[in-house]
């Protein structure tokens, strides 16, 4: 099984999802669902989107 590049939507999610979480942190933002210990959470699975979209074929 080979890895390819993700698809752009899949990268996309993966990234905002990220950053998102970033902000959470570093400035203090309150994003539901992503603020305190659901952070670790969402960046796990914006990590797992985007080794899924690396993969799998056609995502």
């Known amino acids: ?14 990234v905002i999802l990220t950053v998102a979480v970033l902000f959470t942190i570093f400035f203090k933002a309150e994003v539901p669902g992503l603020s ?4 670790f959470w969402a ?8 080794i899924l979209g690396c993969t799998m074929r056609g995502l």
């Open 1 to 14: 099984m080979g890895l390819k590049a993700p698809g752009i939507l899949t990268f996309m999610i993966s």
């Open 36 to 39: 305190g210990d659901n952070g």
């Open 43 to 50: 960046l796990l699975l914006a990590q797992f989107v985007l």
